[in-house]
């Protein structure tokens, strides 16, 4: 993103202009204030929405995408001593990371909702609309959930992110369509998003699944999109931890019906950054880190650029 959160517990201060009188101010005030602001915002401070629902599924897929978005990821942060789960999961199956200029040559800006609206409709900004983090939408070109379902019509599929403005965007394009067989949750942050996927995963076994992770993104803001910042350098791994946890427990794991996907697992982040911002075109902006791990026996998926991952995913599930 291009604007740090603030607050506390993933509550948006978006009401800066309001005023009030400090000379009486108490904790009695300060928590009528909170709860007033809270009433106001249309995130509240739960900032937990979900449309649809992800009912248990008959019959586990034969096919499965999972592309986990790890926002604000540079390409110098991925390292034995940062991400030790995710280096060494490259290095079982014999892949190195790569990277795509999420920038398309320097034309889209390098902010977060053009990137991944990018990955989820095929498409750069040019397409779909989205230029920037302010962008209202609607998405002008279709989403893969969309294209999967006319390929496959007994398909499912899943968004869960923690970060409203590309929650709306989707959901904003997805919602009231007829027929369309997508659950999305909103949640508070990344343990939220990581509890919603192990308590979602096995029951809802869905043919692609947009999983978005936030926290470095929010920690670079806060200090540097740099592997050297300690902030930064935590949130990268704990991100790591995270992925491990949600690996072991979640993709690794048999359906219900006991039988185990052949599984595509995308992993790519939006941009990079410097200092603590991100939006222009240098290398440490417009350059994002990606892995794509095929299932055994399939051949290697081939990914140039970040427009490429949505059609890899349809091409591989349908």
Same mark, same amino acid.
Request: aromatic share 8%; proline share 6%; hydrophobic share 40%.
């Given at each position: ?12 201060? &978006? ?16 928590? *009528? ?19 649809? =629902? ?20 540079? #390409? ?6 940062? #991400? ?15 990277? +795509? ?25 040019? $397409? ?23 390929? *496959?019509?007994?398909? &499912? ?12 965007? +989707? ?27 192990? #308590?979602?995963? &096995? ?11 936030? $926290? ?7 200090? $540097? ?7 930064? $350098?935590?949130?990268?791994?704990? #991100?790591?931890?995270?992925? &491990? ?11 219900? =019906?006991?039988?185990?996907? =052949? ?37 290697? +998926? ?14 591989? +599930? =349908?």
């Amino acid at each position: 993103m291009n604007m740090p959160k603030m607050g506390l517990h993933g509550f948006h201060w &978006r009401y800066s202009a309001l005023a009030f009188n400090t000379r009486n101010f108490t904790l009695s005030s300060g928590l *009528k204030l909170l709860l007033t602001l809270c009433a106001i915002s249309l995130l509240g401070c739960s900032r937990s929405e979900e449309t649809g =629902q992800c009912h248990a599924a008959p019959l586990a897929p034969v096919r499965q995408v999972v592309i986990i978005g790890i926002d604000g990821l540079r #390409t110098d942060a991925v390292s034995p001593a940062l #991400t030790p789960f995710l280096s060494r999961l490259a290095e079982s199956r014999g892949l190195a990371w790569g990277k +795509v200029d999420v920038s398309n040559g320097r034309t889209q800006q390098t902010y977060s909702a053009p990137g991944w609206i990018s990955v989820l409709t095929a498409s750069w900004a040019s $397409a779909h609309g989205v230029v920037d983090n302010d962008s209202p939408g609607p998405v002008k070109s279709q989403t893969v959930f969309e294209r999967l379902q006319t390929g *496959k019509a007994d398909s &499912r599929s899943l968004l869960i992110t923690s970060w409203k403005p590309l929650y709306d965007l +989707v959901e904003g394009r997805l919602r009231g369509l007829p027929g369309l067989h997508h659950a999305a949750f909103l949640r508070k942050n990344d343990t939220a998003v990581e509890q919603e996927v192990l #308590t979602t995963w &096995r029951t809802c076994q869905p043919d692609l699944a947009f999983i978005h992770l936030d $926290a470095v993104d929010d920690a670079g803001h806060h200090g $540097a999109f740099d592997p050297s910042d300690p902030g930064y $350098a935590a949130a990268v791994r704990e #991100t790591d931890a995270r992925i &491990r946890r949600l690996w072991e427990k979640a993709f690794a794991s048999p359906s219900p =019906q006991g039988a185990t996907p =052949q599984r595509l697992v995308v992993f790519v982040s939006d941009h990079g950054g410097m200092g603590n911002k991100h939006g222009r075109y240098s290398e440490a902006e417009r350059w994002a880190p990606l892995l794509a791990i095929s299932p055994s026996g399939y051949p290697a +998926v081939k990914i140039s650029e970040l427009v490429d991952i949505g059609q890899a995913a349809l091409d591989f +599930v =349908q």
